[in-house]
Every structure is written in structure tokens, then in C-alpha cells.
């Protein structure tokens, strides 16, 4: 992946997803909080993005009886500055990190779609998999990165935004995939996060242990993602200072526009 020395390409050590670039959407309201979904599913490109994205508004509403999905369409095999890494063991790691992560957020329900990470495409092969997923699961609100989003450089971030939008597309019409012997499925919502404009906002005051605790499940990505010094073998001897103090600047700047204490930002839409 060209990685250099110190930084991953699209994500300086100590701000991993720095929103400086998320516009408010100046000509209409911001809306807080839907209902609490019956379903939820969240689909991320690498083990860790939902929870960076939304792993407070998918902790709230578990916490009140939804059934939470997780959905990771690359095996992470490209997550390390170690070029020495042997790759099944690193997706082996990073699966088990994503188990642990999601159940911190509340659900043992993750299922891995296994694109090589870096390689993932827009391709009917995985909007097969996807729509197969939300008609099976039946979500009544589905989560995932913002295609729209400007000058994103993760090939695979942008990938999985249009997968996403494109699997709701074919998951609710008939003759998408007729093979697959599913009925059609139309999510009533579609909350997508590092959105280019922000018109939504989830309070999450009350869910941040929660998401902390989700993320530094992801040991593997301490060091590349999440801008934590590793030091020693255990979670004991480690600084997380850092990172704990830029999520709470990031969900406080995120729930500020709606005078929330702490919020997830995302682009809702219900049009689907
Ligand atoms: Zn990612």
C-alpha cells in the first residue's frame, strides 16, 4: 500500500478520522436521533471503521433491544507497517479483534465477506453478497462510509460506500439476484458516516466507554490507526490518553451542532 515510515497514507497518528472536512448542511435542519431501529446493520470496508463510525449510535441502540449486525467486506490483511506480517495470521488477529469489538458494542452477530484488503471493488460479485445480507437480516436502518464524501483516498472506503448504496438498490428490487430465493428487502434508513454534509446527528452522551472500549479491541491496529505508542504486551502498560482524548473531541464537535454533549454525525437518508 505504499505505507510510509510513521503515518498511513490517509490517517495522521494521532487523528485517524479527523472530520475538519465534514460540512453542516447550511439549508436544512439537522435532525437528532431516529426511533431505535428493530435491525440495524453496519457495513465497514476493515475491522475497526464501524466502530470508529458509528460504535456509539450502534451501542445505544442495543442497549434498548436492537438487533445489532456488523458487516466487514475486506479481510484487513493489509493493516499493518510490518512488511514481515504472515497475512493469514493478521486476518486471523483482526477477525477475532472485530468479535471482540462488537461484542463490547453488543452483539456476537459479524459476518466477515473476505475481499482482500486494498482490492475491494464495486463488483456484482459483492453487491450479490451485500443484498443477500440486508434481505436475509432484514434491517430496518443500514450504516456505512459516505461514497460522496470528497477527496477520499482509501480505495476500499470508497468502494464500500457504493457497494453499500448499490446493495440497498438491489437487495429492494425483485430481479436483482432472483437466484438467491429471498424476498426483496427496502431499509427504511440509510445513516452514513464521514459524510460530506452532516444532516443527522445520533447523541451518544453516555455510549463513549462503550466505543473506546470497542476500538482498542482492534490491538492489532493500535500502533497504524489509532495512533497509540505500544509498549509491553498487555492493555495495562499503554497509553491511550490520545486516543480517548480525540474521541471526545471528535464526538463533542460532532454533537456541538445540535448542542448535544457528545454526538455521531452522519448524512441520513430516507428516501430508499
Ligand atoms: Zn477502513
Redesign the pocket.
Known sequence: MGLTPNVRPDRPSLSPRRSETTRVGSDSPISVDISTPRRALAV??????IE?GCGGTLAKWASSGCAVYFAIL?DGSK?TWSANTSTPSLVATREAEQREAARRIGTNEVTFLGSVDGELTNSPQVRRQVSQLIRTLQPDVVLG?DPWRMYRL?P??RA?GWILTDSIVAARDPLFFPDQGLNPHRPEKLLLWEAEVTNHVENVSGYLDAKFQALIAHRSQHET?MGVEVSGTGDGDTDFSPLYEWIVSELSSQGEAVGVLLGESFHLITDL
Open positions: 465497514g470496508a476493515h475491522p475497526d471503521d470508529f475486506t493493516g462510509h482509501h476500499d472506503h464500500a490507526t
